[in-house]
């Protein structure tokens, strides 16, 4: 499998973190890729989409920064399923464990509306999580900095490997059919007694040759209350990125 073809690239994001954002500091992808999309949102958090010449057809790739660096790796797959993701704070790594019980679809999605979905994630330190859920199209289309968006509405819930529920969430996300990937919106998050709301929905789409195309320095958001939940900035379908 070409799976694990990027790895150096997870492993190299705790270094890359390190050193705190500058004025003028821009994102690098790794050598072999290519940048075409920066994205300013709402939640002090800036993502950088890039795809890499080693990687399988279709695959996307995106790096979310907020103030002090780089907080997630991830890649996703044409369909938008997660193969591969590092959490930088955690240091923990995961992927999309082989023959989903029900797959992500993104063209399952656009053709019919909704998609359901089961499937299981590996991670280092905490072994197979199952998520289980839906994405539907609501029908409302959205602009935003220029950019037309489907928006969606999203459920998952998290199982660990006894098939307790770790966490669920809901909220709404939005879909680029063009670029084929899902970017977040607001969304709900239950784990335990503990209850978290984050919006992360995106501000500004900045394209090479523009101002600010793979600036590091998030501009929207900063210095607010922010949540403290720590999953992906993906929907699963994106798995989603998020």
């Known amino acids: 499998m070409r799976l694990?073809?990027?790895?150096?690239?997870?492993?190299?994001?705790?270094a890359l973190a390190q050193e705190a954002p500058g004025p003028s500091r821009t994102f690098q992808p790794p050598q072999g890729c290519t940048a075409y999309l920066t994205v300013q949102a709402s939640s002090c958090s800036v993502s950088h989409?890039?795809?890499?010449?080693?990687?399988?057809?279709?695959?996307?790739?995106?790096?979310?920064?907020?103030?002090?660096?780089?907080?997630y790796f991830g890649a996703?797959?044409?369909?938008?399923?997660?193969?591969?993701?590092?959490?930088?704070?955690?240091?923990?790594?995961e992927t999309l464990a082989p023959n989903p019980k029900d797959?992500?679809?993104?063209?399952?999605?656009?053709?019919?509306?909704q998609d359901s979905f089961d499937f299981v994630t590996n991670s280092d330190p905490f072994g197979p999580t199952r998520f289980v859920g839906s994405d539907r199209l609501t029908g409302e289309t959205v602009t935003i900095d220029g950019v037309t968006l489907d928006r969606t509405e999203y459920q998952i819930t998290a199982y660990d490997a006894e098939g307790n529920e770790s966490w669920r969430s809901t909220g709404n996300?939005?879909?680029?059919r063009d670029w084929r990937m899902f970017l977040s919106g607001r969304s709900s998050v239950v784990a335990g007694e503990e209850v978290s709301e984050a919006d992360?929905?995106?501000?500004?789409?900045?394209?090479?040759?523009?101002?600010?195309?793979?600036s590091v320095?998030?501009?929207?958001?900063?210095?607010?209350?922010?949540?403290?939940?720590g999953a992906p900035l993906m929907s699963p379908v994106l798995g989603g990125q998020g």
């Open 217 to 229: 320095n998030p501009k929207y958001g900063c210095g607010e209350t922010m949540s403290s939940w």
């Open 4 to 14: 694990f073809l990027a790895l150096p690239l997870l492993l190299a994001a705790p």
């Open 49 to 71: 989409h890039f795809t890499c010449e080693a990687d399988p057809e279709g695959w996307q790739r995106r790096v979310d920064m907020d103030e002090e660096g780089i907080t």
């Open 200 to 214: 992360d929905t995106p501000k500004e789409f900045i394209f090479p040759g523009e101002r600010g195309f793979l």
């Open 76 to 93: 996703i797959d044409r369909e938008t399923q997660w193969v591969e993701s590092f959490h930088v704070l955690s240091g923990s790594r």
């Open 103 to 113: 797959p992500a679809s993104f063209d399952a999605l656009v053709s019919d509306g």
């Open 173 to 176: 996300e939005y879909i680029s």
